[in-house]
């Protein structure tokens, strides 16, 4: 299977190792560094087999590629899977940290990795005790910390940016807009979108959370099972991708999707069944890249605050041109991004 993967896989380098202490199976797929060198998370995660881990470690590193080079910045895409039989913590962690960091590290400048589901910016401070190319360690390390709350930024922009192509202005004023997820991205976005005078619906499984972020920004608590049928103009997926599909899309009643989820849409036919119903879609790596902006663009390019602002707005920017594209050329929006993305690598 590893085999079969590898030889169909159209990305430049597969590196693999193996720790046996903790069984963990350790990929690192540098899908390109056409545009420079290939930037992108390490995951932490339990998959059913390592060729899972691996078949999911090279789809996220073409989607880096795609999402680098939509943010038009001068670098490539790649990802790491730590595929864990369990979460190792204390001791155990910062070895095998310190063992993926030596794996790492023997890629050189060419893999540059950051915090993505299950690692923190703890864990990039140790991952760079032994790679020196890791964004997003603590601010007191000497790195950019969080990249959640820029990540939310962008999304916000990227909403106004949708209801303003759709509905004719981007004045939230009034707009009913559902955040699945209120974790470190959905909690700061539902908080902006409140400021702005957005009638926020909030959903999330951990009811202590989301009741104590509604009672705070005077949101609506959605029970997270009936998320899908809700009546709403915008609906922010912010929790985990693959929560539009064949089944669900037919029961939306939302005129947007617009949110931070990575993989929102299960496989891309989705993209054909939301314009088919009449929903505007805005494509997950082109409207979660504010995180990546921030961290490669404050660490990497040495960006200043208002570089990074005046890039976070510029995904609203990006967005309203892959919506022109996509109906000039007759394509979905998820199509356009990738038009827009591919002709920047060629
Ligand atoms: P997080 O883990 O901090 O928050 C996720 C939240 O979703 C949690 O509160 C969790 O309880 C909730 N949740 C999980 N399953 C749910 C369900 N079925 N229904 C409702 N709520 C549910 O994660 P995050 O960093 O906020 O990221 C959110 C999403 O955005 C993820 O898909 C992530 O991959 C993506 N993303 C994050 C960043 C970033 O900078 N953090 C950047 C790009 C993309």
């Known amino acids: 299977m590893l085999e079969e ?28 560094t056409k545009r420079g060198p290939a930037g992108g998370g390490t995951r932490m995660k339990t998959y059913p087999s390592p060729a899972a881990a691996l078949e999911d470690a090279m789809r996220l590193s073409e989607a880096m590629t795609l999402k680098m080079a939509a943010a038009d910045v001068p670098f490539g895409g790649g990802k790491a899977v730590l595929s864990v039989p369990s979460p ?40 760079a005790e032994r790679h020196p190319f890791v964004f997003c360690r603590n601010e007191e390390r000497g790195g950019s910390g969080d990249p959640g709350p820029y990540t939310a930024r962008g999304v916000f922009h990227g909403i106004r940016a949708t209801v303003s192509y759709l509905l004719g202005s981007p004045d939230l004023d009034g707009r009913v807009v559902l955040v699945q997820g209120v974790g470190d991205v959905g909690a700061r976005l539902a908080e902006q979108l409140a400021k702005a005078g957005a009638r926020v619906l909030v959903a999330d499984i ?34 985990l991708g693959g929560t539009l599909n064949a089944e669900t899309i037919p029961r939306l009643r939302c005129r947007i999707v617009a949110g ?20 505007l879609y805005a494509p997950d790596y082109v409207i979660n890249a504010g995180g990546v902006l921030y961290a490669w ?20 920017e990006t967005l309203a041109a892959i919506y022109r594209r996509s109906e000039t050329e007759g394509i979905t929006t998820e199509a356009a991004a990738e038009r827009l993305a591919r002709a920047r690598l060629d």
Do not use: K
């Not at 962690?93 to 589901?117: E, I, K, M, W």
């Not at 959370?209 to 809700?230: F, N, S, T, Y």
């Not at 960006?303 to 005046?310: A, F, L, P, Q, R």
């Open 88 to 127: 190792p913590v204390g001791a155990e962690r910062r070895r095998l940290l310190h063992r993926y960091g030596d794996l790492a590290a023997s890629l050189g400048a060419n893999f540059q990795t950051g915090p993505d589901v299950n690692t923190t910016t703890a864990d990039m401070d140790v991952i």
């Open 260 to 279: 931070s989820a990575n993989n929102t849409l299960a496989e891309s036919a989705d993209a054909v069944r939301l314009q088919e119903a009449g929903i």
């Open 5 to 32: 993967l590898i030889r169909s896989w159209d990305g430049e380098e597969v590196v693999v190792g193996f720790d046996a202490p903790t069984g963990t199976w350790m990929f690192v797929c540098l899908h390109s």
């Open 206 to 239: 951990d009811p202590q959370r989301v009741e104590a972020l509604a009672e705070r920004i005077g949101a609506e608590v959605i029970p997270p099972d009936e998320v899908i049928g809700i009546e709403c103009d915008v609906y922010a997926p912010c929790a």
């Open 297 to 316: 663009g404050t660490e990497a390019l040495r960006w200043d605050s208002e570089t990074v602002e005046t890039r976070l707005a510029g995904i609203g």
